[in-house]
């Protein structure tokens, strides 16, 4: 039989600690208005019909964040990982900038084999980078691809919505917490 000490659930903590590049960092918050708004790779489906997917077997895109911003240099406004999915971690780019929206075009995002369009946005734990930037966006990097899919605009006088997703019939879908919602 297990031994248990105290009582109550398991709780860890991790702390990182890093150096930031020559560079300097890029932060979440910073995008502008007229940004493009790409991710690497592909995303949904990450956990797998098997229950193995690649959550578990992710490379993290630190070379690939890394060369962004020294390629983009000061164009490179804002980034962040995508482990919640890509409507509620693009909407955390925006937490500092209510008057600004991502409008994302649903036939660009570069959905893994097998998922919609819908998945890619909600499904989470892609660990991909999502990146605001103004300037040429490369279309790789370190043999990952870059793929556009969309940019950041003022928002509409009472549009509420930070992340909208415009599908191939022209309908919008506010997805701004649409993926992972962490509970306490």
């Known amino acids: 039989s297990a031994h248990r000490i105290g009582q109550g659930p398991l709780t860890c903590s991790v702390t990182v600690v890093a150096v ?4 300097g960092a890029v932060e979440r918050f910073g995008a502008e208005a007229g940004d493009v708004v790409a991710v690497t790779g592909s995303l ?7 229950g193995a997917g690649r959550h578990m077997t992710f490379e993290p895109r630190i070379g690939e964040g890394i060369m962004l911003h020294a390629i983009l240099g000061d164009g ?3 980034m962040i990982d995508l482990s919640d999915g890509l409507g ?3 909407a ?3 937490e500092h900038s209510p008057r600004l929206q991502i409008r994302i075009d649903a036939k660009a995002i570069p ?3 097998g998922c919609t369009w819908r998945q890619a946005m909600v499904d989470g734990e892609d660990y991909e980078l999502c990146f605001c930037a103004s300037g040429e966006i490369p279309s ?3 043999d990952c691809p870059i793929t556009p899919v969309g940019h950041v605009v003022e928002r509409s006088p009472g549009d509420s919505r930070s992340v909208v997703v415009v599908d191939e019939d022209g309908n919008e879908h506010d997805l701004t ?8």
């Open 20 to 23: 930031p590049t020559p560079n």
């Open 44 to 50: 949904g489906g990450s956990f797998g019909s098997d």
């Open 76 to 78: 490179l406004h804002a």
């Open 88 to 90: 509620t971690d693009a």
């Open 92 to 94: 955390h780019l925006l």
């Open 111 to 113: 959905v893994a084999s």
């Open 140 to 142: 790789q990097v370190l």
């Open 177 to 184: 917490n649409a993926g992972w919602e962490h509970v306490s």
